[in-house]
């Protein structure tokens, strides 16, 4: 049975805002997910890309365990999600380091939530954040970096506590484009050297492309699968990639996709 | 290993090692120290040259010079040493009782929605009573001892820690929390190692009011019971016999008191948020 588990099941995913309110003044329900199905399997990078307001963040938060769907179910490495899970790390938007920690003791945060610190947990942590470019850093406070540095550090914590699921929500968000795609080379590395399970929410249509082995695309809201790409790239993703004709191919055939599902749904 | 031990003597917390007591040598200190100490004598000079020119009358407002002269003398050193022992303990135990349930409290209102919507309008309403007012009930209560001085002080440093843990703990960032959350934190572990450290800077700018506050509750205390000794009970003293100069004299004791137990405060709550920082991570 093990063969078959799936990292993540979404079957019939669907999410309703509540509305509050009467009268003029109401606030109506907002149907943010319709209708996802959604398998991940293990070792996979899938990322999901939308337009803005679509219901990414609402999948990623059902499969974190952070929201209740409405309807559906979710299931990550076969069981049904209730709550939070500990082997699952993740990284959002907003790096959301502590401010009285280093950035050794920001990275062990999850760990010494689950228990005790031990010599290799740190050891672990040394060895992400030296892979993460962070080398050297371990006793900075999170005011003396770059807003760079301080996602690598959301992403190493996320990797801290050995989870065998990432879920990041659009973690390269606020960069600069620059930075973002030495991120993503960086991200890439991670991934392959860690074996690690992953799904990322992003926006970035060629940053979904160059990190994924498969790109979902959610139509506008509510959010239901529009299609699945699949770049016919091998693991190892540099930015060489990125000139070729095939990358620009590709990355065609899914802005493609979300324009037409923008305007299916809109017009 | 190296590292982590050699980091781990470094002051921790968040606005506290920030400007208020940065730790520096006594010659830095004696530089910052320079400016408010010169702008304060030439402030005393001032007062002093006004007097003396327009012959202003020593009972409206007595020289500096004749207030320092007392503050030498033996015998008031010797009536303002007890006395200003006996005020400050009764501050201490009221800042201690009256911050300590404040800190509480705010503490149970901020995690239990329950607690503050039926504790809070009571709150307020005992901040609206002018303690004075309650004078007479208290002394018939609790006597003119220390234990009706350190009750006002404890009424007064109250609220302003019951506010400020409140408020503080009510802006600690979402995304903190929901991080926490995605971790898989327990209530009391989000509670420890995120709340509470993010609201220390909040909490410690509501205790510095209410240690002033308790010193100001210790004084009316004093004020309003004839045998409850005192800093109050000397100025008091001092007004019957129109010693203008002396009662100059215990204000400026009083200023120096009050500074120096908010520099006694902040060393002791850095060394314990240190600590505090040390065990919660």
């Known amino acids: ?267 | 290993m190296n590292r982590a031990t050699a980091e781990r003597v470094e002051p921790r917390g968040p606005a506290l090692s920030r400007g208020t007591w940065r730790a520096g040598l006594p010659a830095r200190a004696a530089f910052l120290l320079l400016p408010p100490v010169a702008v304060g004598l030439a402030g005393v000079l001032l007062i002093q040259l006004v007097i003396s020119r327009f012959e202003i009358s020593g009972v409206v407002i007595p020289k500096p010079t004749d207030v320092f002269a007392v503050m030498r003398s033996d015998i008031f050193l010797e009536q303002v040493g007890q006395s200003t022992w006996e005020t400050w303990k009764a501050t201490l135990i009221g800042f201690a009782l009256g911050a300590g349930t404040g800190v509480l409290l705010g503490l149970l209102m901020a995690e239990s929605r329950i607690v503050r919507f039926v504790l809070y309008p009571y709150v307020v309403a005992f901040q609206s009573l002018p303690k004075i007012a309650l004078a007479p009930v208290c002394a018939l209560w609790l006597g003119f001892g220390l234990t009706m001085k350190f009750s006002f002080a404890a009424m007064l440093a109250f609220f302003p820690a019951v506010v400020a843990t409140l408020a503080a703990l009510a802006a600690v960032p979402e995304t903190r929390l929901e991080m926490a959350a995605a971790f898989h934190a327990s209530r009391r572990q989000r509670l420890l190692r995120i709340s509470l450290p993010s609201a220390v800077p909040g909490i410690v700018s509501g205790l510095e009011i209410s240690m002033a506050f308790a010193l100001i509750g210790a004084i009316v205390g004093e004020f309003v019971a004839p045998s409850a000794g005192g800093l109050g009970q000397l100025l008091l003293s001092y007004s019957e016999s129109i010693n203008v100069a002396a009662e100059f004299s215990v204000l400026v004791v009083l200023m120096l008191l009050g500074v120096a137990q908010n520099k006694i405060l902040f060393g002791v709550l850095r060394a314990g948020t240190e600590r505090f920082f040390e065990s919660s991570r």
Do not use: Y
Request: aromatic share 4%; with cysteine; charged share 25%.
């Open chain 1, 1 to 267: 049975m093990t063969t078959t588990e799936h990292a993540v099941e979404l079957a019939g995913l669907r999410h309703v805002f509540a509305g509050r309110g009467r009268g003029r003044r109401a606030v109506r329900d907002v149907e943010a997910v319709a209708n996802v199905d959604l398998t991940v399997r293990p070792g996979e990078f899938v990322s999901i890309v939308g337009p803005s307001g679509c219901g990414k963040s609402t999948v990623l938060k059902a499969i974190a365990g952070l929201l209740r769907p409405t309807a559906g179910t979710v299931r990550v490495w076969g069981e049904p999600v209730t709550g939070p899970r500990r082997d699952i790390g993740i990284a959002l938007q907003d790096a959301t380091l502590l401010p009285w920690r280093d950035v050794m003791f920001n990275c062990l945060f999850p760990v010494e939530l689950h228990g005790k610190v031990a010599d290799e947990d740190r050891e672990r942590v040394s060895g992400l954040l030296e892979r993460a470019g962070l080398a050297g850093f371990e006793s900075r406070r999170p005011k003396e970096l770059s807003g760079g540095m301080r996602q690598r550090v959301a992403i190493c914590r996320a990797l801290a506590d050995d989870p065998r699921l990432l879920l990041l929500d659009e973690p390269f968000g606020a960069l600069d484009a620059l930075t973002r795609e030495q991120m993503n080379i960086d991200l890439n590395r991670v991934w392959r050297e860690t074996g690690k399970t992953a799904v990322l929410i992003t926006h970035g249509i060629e940053e979904a492309v160059l990190l994924s082995t498969r790109v979902v695309i959610l139509s506008e809201r509510p959010g239901t699968v529009v299609e699945v790409v699949t770049p016919p790239f091998p693991r190892e993703r540099t930015k060489e990639l990125m000139a070729t004709p095939e990358f620009a191919e590709v990355c065609g055939r899914v802005r493609d996709r979300l324009f037409a599902a923008d305007v299916g749904v809109g017009g």
